[in-house]
């Protein structure tokens, strides 16, 4: 069963482009149709975790094998044990909803040379190069890692030397509810 609202609204979403007229030029891949179906398969059907990479099974949770991209050399391999339910809850997080097909970029976007490419296309089609931003080394980081974890910390307050921290907000200032 289909939830009216979201569906019908997507479908006027599509309206005005099924009245355009789309022009698609695709050359044939130089090793043909046979290896073009092979990779994207590599991607489409791929799983979220391999077999090869779960270790062991049992009561006490699934281990399984990952990399910390954080380490280098031997220990970036690691090994990680979580109870069932939250390997199952992470699993299902990479399970895509029906109708859904997961692709990688592929052609001119996939390759290291990604920025040249676009740069060519948009030389190649006129198009105007994008407005720079201000160089993001230049500016101070307004986000400190987070000595724990390594995710960006937003700071709330700073206090002074020998200040005496005041009391809590009598409301939270994202959300606009009251500490009760």
């Not at 789309?22 to 050359?27: C, E, G, L, S, T």
């Not at 296309?121 to 400190?144: F, G, I, N």
């Amino acid at each position: 069963m289909r939830r009216g609202g979201s569906s019908s609204s997507f479908l006027r979403h599509l309206t005005p482009l099924r009245k355009k007229r789309w022009f698609v030029y695709a050359k044939p891949p130089f090793s043909g149709p046979q290896a073009v179906l092979a990779y994207l398969s590599r991607y489409t059907h791929r799983v979220a975790i391999s077999n090869r990479r779960l270790i062991a099974l049992d009561k006490t949770g699934v281990t399984f094998r990952y990399k910390d991209y954080r380490r280098d050399g031997a220990e970036r391999q690691r090994a990680m044990t979580l109870s069932p339910d939250e390997f199952i809850r992470r699993f299902l997080l990479h399970v895509l909803p029906k109708g859904f097909h997961r692709i990688r970029h592929y052609g001119f976007l996939a390759s290291a040379g990604r920025k040249d490419n676009v740069a060519r296309a948009r030389e190649l089609l006129a198009a105007p190069a994008p407005t720079k931003v201000e160089d993001a080394a230049s500016l101070p980081d307004q986000h400190p890692p987070c000595p724990c974890c390594g995710g960006r910390m937003v700071i709330i307050e700073v206090f002074q030397r020998a200040a005496r921290a005041r009391a809590p907000p009598s409301s939270y200032p994202f959300t606009g509810t009251t500490v009760s």
